[in-house]
């Protein structure tokens, strides 16, 4: 189950309470703290930020305009003694890494939500770290507090920024509430990027326990409590086990009344429809009790609300709270629901790609299913606990169903399982149960890998009726609203989505672009209901000086580096960019997706070991140029490259792509150039393109490594014979140690550093040697009659996806005359065609062997590709007249 594989990984990664060193390399801003973790809208707020590389602050950088960081300098000249004022204090040594003060303003319209926070300074803009927007009152947490008599008090409809200092740190938080009143107390801490595993508990002034939770959702805890008299309150939060804590676990304590959303149902809806949904929560303003319907054992309120989902959002997530890569690769958006107490949390709802039908009575039983009465998604949750769901629907023998479950894809805590069921006979399973999915985005980048099944493609075997039998591993513990799936039924609709990151690999990690360097980003691609396609992924907004190639994903890839070029004295700037991938659905029509920012959460300290990273998804892309030069730059000189064909024939590419067929050979020159005197050797490396690059459909290689005195190499390329055609991208990623210095006052050169950079991008255009089988094709009895015709079917297996015309055309073998044939065209799509053969008065009887049949196509509209067959067959005498 994936809960435990993310709980495995945070232990992995995050391990032992100890600060996280910085990356090897030129320095990149990074931030690692930010306190205090919020601010409410209308305010503003002091914010310290700590991190690596963080000198000469500029600003903060956030992903809503109506958020702003101001930096707050520290005084530079010394000030009036408050104690003698003819005597000055000097100004305090302060740190130029940090930590660093800013003053944070929120409009008053900035919805309340978790929102992106980078730091901006001399060495680019930082990862970001997750920043609250609420509308509540914002404290931080005060020292002592570790006990009853310390507790720091608080008004309801308040949160506390603090942090768990130490494995045994206990903090007690104070409330003054009336009889009556439900309490909200919530804990956010893997939501907003902290690595503590809060627990929560609720005491009276007696010591009386009230409540207590932990890992409501992730690592985050919530509890509610209907206070049993007037008076006084203790929440006491801590880290569980207590074996953990230092500034990494940092959290966000809510104490109030405003609503909560625990579900929504349906959990999915059709784009642009408005559509009434029923809210599952608590302090729902006018909501009604939800008989029988309980979240961790308490019982919630239901509340029916319209909601109006975007008609636009086809390939879009917009969400204010934290996606991580499970739920990364849906379409959605953000709900929220105000109430006297405030706003609630923010929840995300699901968009629908087909007509919806939505589960509104227990389909328990197979005579209870639904019934689909065509292609369609369900959306159903599992009524009582020990339920199966059944949904219904017909299909003609030898008809295609695409079946695709989603549950923890769309936040639901189950582990759910499907079967297709025989519609005579319901026990009788026809698909064997499908269960977890062990595909993923990427193995440790971004790691998507879920407990729902993967896409199943079921075949009717006759005309009928037939069941999906819908089941949860926790069935017998789990039941309700937040035991939620989606279910989807129909033909295969191929389409993508992708997410984008800055290329770190295994570390958090910015954006700091040096003048004549590169700039990238790793490009992931989801291919979705057997999307083949070539992508182009394309960098949008990039600032003067920047440019960017596109990167080619072609069919057999999974991923690939794009690749930002800065051109030498481009001035700084920080910037937001876009990136779009642009592909053509199987009838032509071009699909174009905006690439999913992502970054990593907290990086490993064991990079070579493969461990997936903790990551989310981001809500912005941001680039910064900088001013220092970069130590080298790669360039491949594709329009000097050559091509060897499989035949031995050599020829130079003469033009900005690679075209190779299955089976040829390319070379490449690369150059390095250096704009450091020392010259450092740099060792080039392929980027993987798939998990397994040794089945790569173009393979690299690399004859030696430039030096100074060499700065030159050749990259060789080789299709495979097997190769998918389509267009790749080729990324060569350099790496030199470098020596540098920091301090541009400090005397020497500095110590030697990893310092990385990237290839101008080679393309590759693999194409075909051949996009159909021709079946040996026979005339009827194997003859043809002089002074007659001879139909002479030919059929065409198409291959590689393949859909234009083919041309058809008859040669006689040498000495042979008289036989001909008009040419035919095979037409778009279809599978055969039909030759005429004729034998004029004269042609000579006997065998005709090894007759040629060339089939004429031309590929991505301007490759020919011939192929050819044999037929044989004997021309017979021409009847005699009576």
């Known amino acids: ?46 914010v310290i930020v700590t991190g690596n590389d963080l000198e000469e602050p500029e600003k903060l950088f956030f992903s ?6 101001e930096y707050v300098s520290p005084p530079k000249d010394p000030t009036p003694d408050p104690k003698d004022p003819k005597k000055t204090v000097p100004p305090p040594k302060t740190n130029p890494a940090g930590p660093h ?20 300074g001399k060495w680019g803009a930082s990862n970001p770290r997750t920043f609250a927007v609420s509308d509540q009152i914002e404290v931080a947490e005060k020292e002592p507090n570790n006990d009853v008599p310390e507790a720091q008090k608080v008004e309801l409809g308040t949160t506390v920024s603090g942090v768990i200092s130490a494995p ?23 939501s907003i990027d902290s690595k503590a595993a809060p627990m929560i508990e609720v005491f009276d002034l007696s010591g009386r326990k009230l409540a207590a939770n932990r890992n409501y959702h992730e690592n985050d805890a919530l509890l509610d409590v209907i206070l049993p008299a007037d008076g006084d309150y203790y929440v006491r939060l801590f880290q569980f086990t207590y074996t953990v804590g230092g500034p990494d676990y940092f959290y966000r304590l809510s104490i109030g009344t405003a609503p909560w959303i625990d579900a929504v149902f349906p959990p999915v809806v059709e784009p642009g429809k408005p559509t009434a949904v029923t809210v599952y929560g608590r302090n729902l303003p006018g909501g009604q009790p939800a008989d029988g319907v309980t979240a961790d054992g308490r019982p919630l309120e239901k509340l029916i609300v319209t909601v109006t989902p975007p008609a636009d959002a086809v390939g879009k997530l917009t969400s204010l709270t934290h996606v991580n890569p499970t739920t990364a690769l849906q379409d959605g958006f953000t709900y929220a629901l105000k109430g006297p107490g405030g706003v609630s949390n923010p929840v995300v709802i699901y968009l629908a790609g087909d007509k919806l039908t939505v589960l509104t009575a227990p389909a328990n039983t197979p ?17 009582r606990r020990g339920d199966r769901a059944w949904v219904a629907f017909r299909a003609k023998k030898g008809e295609k169903v695409a079946l695709n479950l989603a549950a923890e894809r769309i936040g639901s805590n189950g582990d759910f399982f499907f079967s297709v069921r025989d519609g005579k006979d319901p026990k009788r399973d026809l698909s064997g149960e499908q269960d977890d999915d062990n595909d993923t985005l990427h193995p440790f980048g971004f790691y998507t890998r879920t407990s729902d099944p993967g896409p199943y493609t079921f075949t009717a075997p006759e005309d009928g009726k037939y069941y999906v039998m819908v089941g949860c591993r926790e069935s017998s513990y789990l039941s309700g609203p937040k035991a939620a799936f989606r279910l989807r039924l129909g033909s295969l609709v191929p389409d993508f989505c992708a997410v984008v990151m800055p290329y770190s690999r295994f570390y958090q990690t910015g954006s700091a672009a040096w003048q004549g360097g590169t700039q990238a980003y790793h490009v992931f691609a989801h291919r979705a209901d057997g999307y083949t396609g070539t992508l182009e992924v394309a960098a949008e907004g990039l600032p003067a000086g920047v440019t960017a190639k596109p990167l080619m994903i072609g069919p057999a890839a999974r991923w690939g580096v794009l690749v930002l070029n800065v051109a030498p004295g481009t001035a700084p700037v920080t910037s937001a960019i876009t990136v779009k991938v642009t592909g053509t659905d199987p009838v032509g029509k071009t699909l174009v997706r905006s690439a999913r920012p992502a970054s990593v959460t907290w990086g490993t300290q064991q990079p070579d070991q493969n461990i997936p990273v903790v990551s989310k998804l981001d809500q912005s892309l941001v680039l910064a140029v900088r001013g220092e030069k970069a130590p080298f730059h790669i360039t491949a000189d594709v329009p000097n490259a050559t091509v060897k064909s499989g035949m031995g024939k050599e020829e130079k590419v003469n033009g900005p792509i690679i075209v190779m067929k299955q089976g040829d050979k390319a070379s490449v020159p690369v150059r390095v150039e250096w704009a450091t005197d020392e010259k450092p050797n740099v060792t080039l490396t392929v980027e993987s393109m798939l998990q397994q ?64 950079g990237f290839s101008t991008p080679i393309t590759v255009q693999v194409i075909p040697t051949a996009v159909v089988k021709i079946a040996a094709p026979t005339l009827p009895g194997n003859t043809l009659k002089i002074g007659t015709d001879g139909e002479l079917v030919v059929k065409v297996d198409r291959q590689h996806d393949y859909a234009g015309e083919i041309k058809l055309k008859f040669a006689p073998p040498t000495g042979v005359t008289g036989v001909t044939a008009d040419e ?7 599978g055969e065609a039909k030759l005429v053969l004729k034998a004029a008065s004269g042609t000579k009887p006997g065998a005709v062997s090894n007759a040629t049949i060339t089939a004429t196509a031309v590929y991505a509209g301007k490759y020919t590709i011939t192929h050819e067959a044999k037929v044989s067959f004997t021309v017979a005498e021409e009847p005699k007249k009576k």
């Open 824 to 830: 035919v065209t095979i037409p778009a799509g279809q």
């Open 168 to 190: 045994t740190d206990v903090d007690y938080t104070s409330f003054t509430g009336k009889k009556g009143q439900r309490i909200i107390v919530s804990c956010l801490a893997s």
């Open 1 to 46: 189950m994936r809960r435990l594989v993310f709980g495995l990984v945070l232990l992995v990664v995050c391990g032992p309470a100890v600060a996280q060193p910085p990356p090897p390399g030129l320095p990149s801003a990074r931030v690692q703290h930010v306190f205090p973790l919020g601010v409410k809208a209308g305010t503003s707020v002091e």
């Open 101 to 120: 003060k800013f003053k944070v303003t929120a409009a008053g319209d900035v919805p309340p939500g978790l929102y992106d926070l980078r730091f901006v």
């Open 367 to 383: 005579d209870a299913a639904a019934v689909l009465d065509g292609p369609g998604e369900v959306a159903g949750f599992l009524a």
């Open 64 to 69: 809503h305009p109506g958020i702003r960081g």
């Open 693 to 756: 690059q040794q089945n790569a459909p173009v393979t690299v290689g690399i004859a030696g490594q430039p030096t100074k005195d060499k700065p030159d190499v050749v990259v060789n390329l080789d299709a495979r014979t097997n190769a998918a055609p389509g267009t790749y991208t080729v990324t060569l990623r350099g790496l030199s140690q470098v020596p540098f210095q920091k301090d541009p006052m400090a005397k020497g050169k500095g110590p030697n550093l990893p310092a990385e």
